[in-house]
């Protein structure tokens, strides 16, 4: 596959549960980024990683956990999570250095919690 | 911090009709970059067009051209010839061209705004 894919496309779980969503670019780039896409509101940045080391955390709760193994892969842990946190998890990578531009979107996962 | 604004949440144009979408931001910085992106209903975001705020001259690409207005703060998308698959939600977002090597690269993040929900009618 090209470009960034994630996994799964869809997730329903209960507030209860723990449960991985998953990201790979096979871009080369060395960022990736976490997004939540609520209706109604601009995306919202959750974490940044430069080179597998996070650099940013937007005040995000601790019930989610980011795990970035290498600059390909990028995951998201969920557990004990709200319903206000359903919404759609983007996850996007870019080419950090000189003057780098735009950042390259996956599908995204629909995530509902119950 | 920066802020982007797009005031149209939704807009409809006929097919092969044009259509300009809004756009303006809020910085300091002398030096950034501005996009739009496209998301359609399959959810993927595609970028469309980038302008380098050191331009002057107006991004063009296709259909889709800018109208960047750097003292006004204004960055409009204008999409000549719509077509049915044009219609997404689109998005303006900025990107300070500041290189703080100490950020970690989190001066690369993107400033969304909330979007605007484009029709095509045929």
């Avoid at chain 1, 000189?98 to 996956?106: K, L, M, V």
């Avoid at chain 2, 998308?77 to 970690?104: E, N, P, T, V």
Wanted: charged share 15%; hydrophobic share 30%.
């Amino acid at each position: 596959e090209t470009g960034v894919t994630q996994t799964p496309r869809h997730l329903v779980m209960g507030m209860t549960n723990k449960k991985s969503l998953k990201c790979e670019q096979h871009l080369g780039h060395n960022a990736m980024y976490w997004y939540k896409q609520s209706a109604k509101k601009p995306l919202e940045l959750m974490f940044v990683y430069n080179f597998k080391e996070q650099t940013e955390n937007n005040s995000v709760p601790s019930r989610f956990s980011p795990e970035c193994p290498n600059s390909s892969h990028l995951f998201l842990h969920l557990h004990t999570l709200q319903p206000e946190d359903s919404a759609l998890y983007l996850c996007a990578s870019s080419q950090i250095g000189g003057r780098a531009y735009e950042q390259y979107f996956g599908p995204g996962t629909r995530l509902t919690v119950t | 911090a920066q802020t982007v604004t797009q005031s149209q949440p939704e807009m409809s144009v006929q097919e092969a009709e044009t259509v300009t979408l809004s756009c303006t931001y809020d910085t300091s910085e002398s030096d950034y970059y501005l996009f739009w992106y496209k998301q359609p209903p399959s959810r993927q975001m595609i970028l469309v067009i980038r302008q380098e705020a050191y331009k002057q001259q107006n991004a063009t690409e296709n259909r889709f051209s800018v109208n960047f207005q750097k003292a006004a703060k204004s960055f409009s998308l204008k999409i000549s010839d719509s077509q049915l698959g044009d219609a997404a939600m689109y998005f303006c977002a900025y990107r300070s061209a500041l290189i703080l090597h100490s950020s970690g690269g989190s001066n690369y993040k993107l400033t969304f705004g909330k979007g605007t929900l484009l029709t095509v009618n045929p």
